[in-house]
């Protein structure tokens, strides 16, 4: 399927895999660029040198493009920014934040930008910056969110740029793929329906929390400090909730969830851990290779697309 963004990227389905911290490493990028698709390893928090080794491992695993995302609340965003350029990485996404202060680097080392927007005036700025595509995420999604939905949200930054809008938030299946094309999506970008990918190395804990959740079980926790951020009901959501109705301070907060994506997604600690998860794992029935995760929903989409 011939889209603004499989010419862009080079790729054969636009189907672009998001850029989840520890979850996106260079096993899951591979898998998914080699399955035709945008793979991203997620630099999140990663010391600087262990993001240019994710990229030089991912090179070895496909000779397919990939890309990186650059997560802006890292404090060593600005290093990662540059391995990026000095790696020949194809393309960037970037989240929780703004990445103007790179884009005229990126832009003249041939990067192309892709910057991951929760609301129409963030996406109109980012293409006055010099994107080459936004990333359009709902609040469905997993992780760190915005405040709007998907349905709502892609539409009118379809209508407010003049760049390829990319659709993320509750996209698991071909007719989620089908809904952002018909909204005027030329790609989506998932990241839940990855996090059980085959080829990952997420524990199998956190991913039994994925495949059993149902549609109601997820939380946004940290409403009151500014960083929502969406994860599985488990013991570590409700104790944070309690403690962010009684006034708790953004310290106290910040100590509950220090390392704690960490120990889900690494140590399987499932009950006090952070199990980010976007809403749509209520869908997410089976584990899958990337390779059928991709052509089931591509299949699924164009029968409903009538192409
Ligand atoms: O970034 C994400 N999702 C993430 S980042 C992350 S790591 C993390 N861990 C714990 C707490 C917080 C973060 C986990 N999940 N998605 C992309 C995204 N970007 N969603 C929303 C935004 C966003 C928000 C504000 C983009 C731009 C923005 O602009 C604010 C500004 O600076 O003007």
């Excluded at 990445?99 to 929760?118: F, I, L, N, Q």
């Excluded at 994925?210 to 079980?217: L, Q, S, T």
């Excluded at 106290?252 to 980010?276: I, K, N, P, Y």
Aim: some cysteine.
């Amino acid at each position: 399927m011939k889209t603004k963004i499989t010419e862009l990227l080079g790729i054969e389905y636009p189907i672009i895999q998001g850029g989840m911290a520890w979850v996106a490493e260079y096993h899951l990028a591979a898998a998914v660029s080699n399955a035709g698709g945008f793979g991203i390893i997620g630099a999140a928090s990663a010391p600087p040198e262990i993001v240019r080794e994710q990229i030089r491992e991912c090179k070895k695993l496909t000779d397919k493009p990939f890309g990186v995302n650059v997560m802006l609340m890292n404090p060593n965003s600005d290093e990662v920014a540059d391995i990026v350029i000095e790696e020949g990485v194809k393309a960037v996404t970037t989240g929780a934040g703004n990445p103007g202060k790179y884009m005229e680097k990126w832009k003249k080392a041939g990067v192309k930008v892709m910057p991951v927007v929760a609301s129409v005036a963030m996406a109109k700025m980012m293409e006055r910056s010099g994107a080459d595509a936004v990333v359009a995420e709902g609040m469905e999604s997993g992780g760190h969110i915005g405040s709007i939905t998907t349905m709502c949200l892609l539409p009118q930054v379809v209508d407010a740029v003049n760049i390829p809008v990319i659709g993320a938030g509750g996209i698991a299946d071909g007719r989620g793929f089908a809904a952002a094309t018909m909204l005027g999506a030329e790609a989506v970008q998932m990241g839940t329906v990855f996090l059980v990918a085959k080829e990952n190395i997420v524990h199998q804990n956190y991913r039994d929390k994925v495949v059993n959740a149902k549609d109601i079980d997820s939380a946004v926790t940290g409403m009151s400090t500014g960083h929502p951020v969406r994860c599985i009901k488990n013991r570590m959501t409700r104790e944070y909730l309690r403690m962010e109705a009684e006034g708790a301070t953004l310290e106290e907060l910040e100590q509950m969830t220090l390392g704690s994506l960490r120990r889900a997604v690494m140590d399987g600690d499932v009950m006090d851990g952070t199990v980010m998860s976007g809403q749509i794992a209520g869908l997410v029935k089976k584990e899958m290779t990337c390779e059928e995760i991709i052509t089931s929903i591509m299949s699924d989409a164009k029968k409903l697309l009538g192409r």
